[in-house]
């Protein structure tokens, strides 16, 4: 009997421990979580869904482009997004491939413009970033994908916290972005800026960050959870990076760019839905 009694205790104590580790990977609805993918760390931010207002609301002033007018409203459910940008070390971990063939995929003679686990992943075209969020679903069990620009923009705005800045967490560019004038002509490390409102990283600067829809001018009519149009030839860029000036790391700013192209300047983020 007293045999009996240590062999259920010990195997409920292994359930209990098989219990917390399961939780720890587990997604909490309202709350951030952490996916453990290769025994590397990515980390996602609660944002709660709401209305907001799209495009070049005033606080862009005249720094503006006819591509992020009009301004519209825009209504989201709620999802997760990468605290981060997609680093070179979960990049490697998921795709199996280093930011050197990356690069050598596009034109080997190019420069290395920042390398490390915890830098940001460039050198990867829009199809390649479609590609690691199906890797990343198949080894995590869930949905990952590329934001949509609305889910992009309402979250670099600060979601239901916003405080209405210029760039994402700050009217201050300085504070929350590595760009042309403080870069040194290359990425940094994910998260050694401010974060924004919503404790996300980099949405303004370091690299410019894929997302899914097609690129086309904006409605005025109010939407729900949109997707872009179902058709195009390029695919929208957001964020601005380490090479451009501040005018092109705004929160309403847009870029227009082929999704078979990639360069030192474009990355991504993932988001995933409850």
Known sequence: MKQLFYLMLCLSLLAGCNKDHDDDNKVKI???????????????????????????????????????KPVHTVTLSDYYIGKFEVT?????????????????????????????????MYYVNWEEAQEFCKKLSELTGRKYALPTEAQWEYAARGGVKSAGYKYSGSNDIENVAWYSDNSNSSTHSVGTKQPNELGIYDMSGNVSEWCSDWFDYYSSDAQTDPTGPVSGSNRVLRGGSWGINARYCRVSFRFS??????????????????
Request: charged content about 25%.
């Open 88 to 120: 070179q070390g979960l990049w490697e971990k998921v795709m199996g491939t280093t930011l050197e063939q990356q690069r050598d995929k596009v034109n080997s003679s190019w420069p290395f413009c920042g390398v490390g686990s915890d830098y940001p």
């Open 30 to 68: 309202g709350k951030d979580f952490t996916e453990k993918v290769s025994g590397v760390e990515l980390e996602m931010v609660y944002v709660k869904g709401g209305t907001f207002r799209m495009g070049a609301t005033s606080e862009q002033g005249n720094d503006a482009y006819d591509r992020e």
């Open 257 to 274: 760019y082929n999704p078979s192209d990639g360069d030192s300047y474009n990355g991504f983020r993932v988001v995933l839905l409850p």
